[in-house]
Antibody, heavy 117, light 112 residues
Framework: EVQLVESGGGLVQPGGSLRLSCVASGFTFSNYWMHWARQVPGKGLVWVARVRGDGSSTTYADSVKGRFTISRDNAKNTVYLQMNSLRGEDTAVYYC??????????WGQGTLVTVSS | DIVMTQSPDSLPVSLGERATINCKSSQSVLASSLNKNLLAWYQQKPGQPPKLLIYWASTRESGVPDRFSGSGSGTDFTLTISSLQAEDVAVYYCQQHYTTPFTFGQGTKLEI
């Protein structure tokens, strides 16, 4: 069974940093692109970033480019999202997602990030 | 960016009735090299993460009841629930996986 468990969310001041982690299990982690997506509570879904299975390629939404960095450690079955220069509009539930057949196949439960002074 | 537009925003349906949700993309999401439409549908219930229902526009994910079906090609797609059950009350999203940034529709809230 595919499991994705996020951690690292919390309250951070504007301009601050946070690193999210997602530990994966139940599949061969290095074979899959991994994504982060986010959702403001009560609002819609927004894709944030992706990283290739071997970590060699990354892509970002324009809204986070230059501030967020996605990475992975295949030895630890873990994907990360380093978030710097955080803004109020980054407040959201952040989901770790496994790519599956050109779709967002499996989602973690999410971790809430609140950016506020 | 590809803009995904769903209709309607909310859909009141009676139990046992058919529900149809539409999704239109601002450009084609047909990947000619794969001969597949890179369009997916998700269901999100309150307090839960989204769940993949349909990928490649019409392929049902494993374990998804066969009352859920997807159709369409190019820029116009439809999710149909043939006979609404109480547990189908949720928000449904379409999403294109054709090109980054991957984008979602605004969601359709299905209500009894």
């Amino acid at each position: 069974e595919v499991q994705l468990v996020e951690s690292g969310g919390g309250l951070v001041q504007p301009g601050g940093s946070l690193r999210l982690s997602c530990v994966a299990s139940g599949f061969t982690f290095s074979n899959y692109w991994m994504h982060w997506a986010r959702q403001v509570p009560g609002k819609g879904l927004v894709w944030v970033a992706r990283v290739r299975g071997d970590g060699s390629s990354t892509t970002y939404a324009d809204s986070v480019k230059g501030r967020f960095t996605i990475s992975r450690d295949n030895a630890k079955n873990t994907v990360y999202l380093q978030m710097n220069s955080l803004r109020g509009e980054d407040t959201a539930v952040y989901y770790c997602v496994r790519d599956f057949n050109w779709s967002l196949g499996n989602w973690g439960q999410g971790t809430l990030v609140t950016v506020s002074s | 960016d590809i803009v995904m537009t769903q209709s309607p925003d909310s859909l009141p349906v009676s139990l046992g009735e058919r529900a149809t949700i539409n999704c239109k993309s601002s450009q084609s999401v047909l990947a000619s090299s794969l001969n597949k439409n890179l369009l997916a549908w998700y269901q999100q219930k309150p307090g839960q993460p989204p769940k993949l229902l349909i990928y490649w526009a019409s392929t049902r994910e494993s374990g998804v009841p066969d009352r859920f079906s997807g159709s369409g090609s190019g820029t116009d797609f439809t999710l149909t629930i043939s006979s609404l059950q109480a547990e189908d009350v949720a928000v449904y999203y379409c999403q294109q996986h054709y090109t980054t940034p991957f984008t979602f529709g605004q969601g359709t809230k299905l209500e009894i």
